[in-house]
């Protein structure tokens, strides 16, 4: 079951990296980028994650939080974060159930050989709580711009 854009986005709450936890329903009054992605330190994962650093002060001007979600471990995260100099929360849905309500665990194939994954996509979450872009299949070269760019006309 896929969201979809005008829904109300599905509330959450996942622990993150440094030990904390973060819910949607907290963020409410705010917009909010969350960002799902495959895989701590991998190629595509940190040039993506390193793009939303460095435009990170842009999505402030927006009043936008950034959130990376995988299901990797905190512990994870806590190694990824610390590595790249990230500066926004990444946050552990180690049992895939934020993946499932947001459609982004999905089946995928490489070499021939079908597995499941997680599907790159990015939604941007309304003050209100609702689903106005969502990006799935993501191509990580330019996305970080088009997500900003969305955000600032909300």
């Known amino acids: 079951m896929a969201v979809e854009e005008g829904q109300q986005a599905p509330d959450f709450t996942m622990p993150t990296d440094g030990g904390g936890t973060i819910s949607l329903s907290e963020l409410r009054g705010r917009k909010v980028v969350l ?3 495959p895989r701590d330190d991998t190629s595509g994962c940190t040039k993506e994650a390193c ?5 990170l002060p842009d999505f402030f ?3 936008a939080v950034v959130i990376g ?3 990797d471990s905190v512990k994870s995260h806590d190694k990824f974060k610390d590595k790249h100099n990230l500066n926004f929360t990444l946050a552990s849905d180690e049992d895939g159930s934020v993946c499932e309500a947001y459609g982004v665990w999905v089946e995928k194939s490489m070499y021939g050989k079908k597995y499941m994954g997680i599907e790159r996509s990015s939604f941007l979450i309304d003050e209100e709580g609702v689903l106005r872009k969502i990006w799935r299949k993501v191509k990580v070269n330019g996305h970080v711009d088009a997500v900003l760019q969305e955000a600032q006309q909300l």
């Open 35 to 37: 960002y799902f992605y």
């Open 51 to 55: 793009g939303f650093r460095d435009a």
């Open 61 to 63: 001007g927006t009043d």
């Open 69 to 71: 979600v995988s299901r």
